[in-house]
């Protein structure tokens, strides 16, 4: 089997998660993160939407990790994300990390706000 390295031309990958802890390209950041086109910022959680609202016209995809498990995001947070153009999929944090390294991978132009498990 012929394995390829993966690299990241553009954008910051995901390493790695743990208890309260994210780790993005070698750095780890404690608490609740973004990792977006201007590189990694701590994140305030639901209630933080402007710093997702930055990201307007900057990405096609937001993904939200919602922590352990899958939840729903709160309506207050989806509505205007939604209204400025953002395409957001919440998922669990460990699936949305996965998915956002992927798509970086890719080359797409995608960001991740994710809550620690």
């Known amino acids: 089997m012929r394995l390829n390295e993966v690299t990241y031309p553009e954008g910051k990958p995901v390493d790695g998660y743990g208890p309260g802890f994210f780790r993005v390209d070698g750095e780890v950041i404690e608490g609740a993160m973004l990792v977006g086109p201007d590189g990694v910022a701590l994140w305030g959680g ?18 939200i990790g919602t922590g352990a498990e899958v939840a ?9 994300l939604e209204e400025a153009g953002l395409g957001v999929e919440a998922m669990a944090s460990p699936a949305a990390c996965r998915t ?18």
Do not use: C, M, W
């Open 72 to 80: 729903h995001i709160p309506k207050a947070l989806r509505d205007p």
């Open 46 to 63: 639901y209630a933080d939407d402007s710093t997702l609202l930055a990201l307007q016209g900057r990405v096609d995809v937001l993904f």
């Open 100 to 117: 956002y390294n992927v798509l970086l991978s890719e080359g797409r132009r995608v960001a991740i706000a994710a809550l620690p498990v």
